[in-house]
């Protein structure tokens, strides 16, 4: 047997080997969708990438929790050791993208200089994506209501749903179009749950915070294909998609000392600061890029 210590520390080391593997698993098979299917359907490849991301959490939970019972902890965590290998097998087959390696590579440092402005919308998306995973239960359970562990479902609901019937929505409208619309959407879920005085409207309002954020990763993420050069995509993505892991990973601790003091509802008014704050972001963008494009049109 190991001793506490020994074994949490292995715990640690897994959890962020783990950790690691994902996040370089993500970006890898988003800039190689991107890479096959093309620039101009960076968008689409971005939504459904995610939506299986997230698809497998959904299902991972209560598969997880059955294998635990039938084979216990060690059994349930080889199964994950072998399903990586699964996909190994499954991506197998499928052509390489070739790699630019004579074309000049920048510091990642000036790769976030020109996609800052992005990441910190979809940072300030995440603090509503996070605010409903961390505290919607607690927030059911403080104002003695039932149906908390709806809460997620009605998020997830939205969040699937937009993500498969309306995937193309980038590419055919714009990246930004879409943020400007899907963050006011999360805005306003968020203000209904924080507003709420009774479950139902407080599950519109997560459902709708699940519609907004949806498509928020996918538009700005195609603006981000569409700023940086073709062989700078990869970095950039990786760089954008650390903006959105820095909200969860901030926002639980951050959303839970200021719920001891002002109560859980203040969380999703954050939420909803967050999220019009990111709105402000992207209007702003917007404005400035059709001020830069409509007198050339004219020339």
């Not at 080889?78 to 390696?101: H, K």
């Not at 590579?105 to 940072?123: A, D, E, K, N, T």
């Not at 926002?251 to 003091?261: F, M, S």
């Not at 203040?266 to 600061?273: A, C, D, Y």
Request: proline share 5%; glycine share 16%; hydrophobic share 55%.
């Amino acid at each position: 047997m190991l001793a506490p210590v020994a074994a949490y520390l292995i715990l640690l080391v897994g959890r962020l080997l783990l950790g690691l593997g994902e996040s370089l698993v993500g970006v890898g098979v988003i800039a190689w969708g991107v890479g096959i299917a093309g620039p101009a359907r960076s968008g689409k490849v971005l939504a459904l990438i995610g939506a299986a991301i997230y698809g497998a959490f959904a299902v991972g939970g209560p598969i997880g929790l059955v294998l635990l019972n039938l084979i216990g902890f060690t059994g349930a965590m080889t199964v994950s050791a072998l399903l990586p290998c699964l996909g190994l097998l499954a991506i197998w087959p499928i052509c390489g993208i070739a790699p630019l390696a004579h074309a000049e590579r920048p510091s990642f440092l000036s790769v976030i200089g020109q996609i800052w402005r992005h990441g910190l919308m979809v940072c300030l998306q995440g603090v509503g994506f996070a605010a409903v995973g961390a505290f919607f239960a607690l927030y059911f359970l403080h104002q003695n209501w039932s149906y908390a562990g709806l809460g997620l479902t009605a998020f997830g609901g939205g969040f699937v749903s937009m993500r498969v019937g309306f995937s193309h929505l980038p590419d055919c409208l714009g990246g930004m179009p879409v943020a400007i619309g899907s963050l006011a959407v999360e805005a306003v879920g968020q203000v209904l749950i924080w507003s709420a005085h009774d479950p139902v409207l407080a599950l519109i309002g997560a459902f709708m915070t699940g519609l907004g954020c949806s498509m928020i990763f996918p538009a700005l993420g195609k603006e981000v294909v569409q700023i940086v050069a073709p062989h700078l995509r990869g970095t950039a993505l990786g760089g954008f998609t650390a903006f959105q892991d820095l909200a969860y990973g901030l926002t639980g601790p951050v959303a839970g000392l200021l719920a001891d003091r002002a109560g859980y509802g203040s969380v999703f008014l954050i939420g909803s600061v967050a999220a019009g704050t990111g709105l402000l972001i992207a209007l702003y963008l917007h404005i400035r890029r059709r001020s830069y494009i409509e007198p050339s049109s004219f020339a």
